[in-house]
């Protein structure tokens, strides 16, 4: 049984399917697959950077017509990041607001590993040794095949990038973003 969530409902517990993905070889994380459009290779020539935007955001780039921001996924948990390669792995993922807008995001990954099915109730907690901002990204943890894996709040990653976009704003219109 589905709930309204798109989750699989079995014996008190809640299913849902996750994708895989290394950012970095200090981190691995698991997006909801309802979240994710497509993988894409970009390449730096074709991501025109945007001045005055915090680091994190390499720039944006056109996806068969439409703007797609990119964002270095190492960089926005704080991790130092490594040199990007030529031709990088990407995630395209969209939120629906609940106007009925769709945001969408590229995030530069290492590597895209598979689906998987979770029990979002049998995840691990966030340690509280975190950075604040890396804390606020993640639903909580999960051991899988002997790595651990954060669970991406998708919600909060628009609400960091957008914090001020009002119901009349354009998609792509990042703002409020500290350069600090």
Request: aromatic share 4%.
């Amino acid at each position: 049984m589905l709930n309204r969530f798109g989750q699989l409902l079995k014996n008190n517990s809640m299913i849902q399917e996750y994708c895989r993905l290394r950012v970095s070889s200090l981190l691995r994380i698991a997006i909801p697959v309802e979240h994710v459009e497509e993988v894409v290779q970009l390449q730096s020539q074709d991501i025109s950077p945007i001045p005055g935007v915090h680091p994190c955001l390499l720039g944006i780039t056109n996806q068969r017509g439409s703007l797609l921001w990119v964002l270095h996924l190492e960089k926005f948990f704080g991790i130092q990041p490594m040199p990007l390669a030529k031709i990088m792995k990407a995630i395209a993922l969209r939120l629906v607001m609940p106007d009925g807008e769709t945001r969408r995001l590229a995030c530069v990954v290492m590597g895209l590993e598979e689906i998987i099915s979770l029990d979002t109730q049998k995840l691990f907690p966030v340690p509280d040794k975190l950075p604040l901002r890396s804390k606020s990204l993640l639903l909580g943890l999960a051991k899988i095949d002997g790595n651990t894996y954060g669970i991406i709040n998708i919600n909060e990653v628009f609400r960091i990038l957008n914090p001020d976009v009002g119901e009349r704003e354009e998609s792509t219109k990042l703002v409020g973003i500290s350069t600090a």
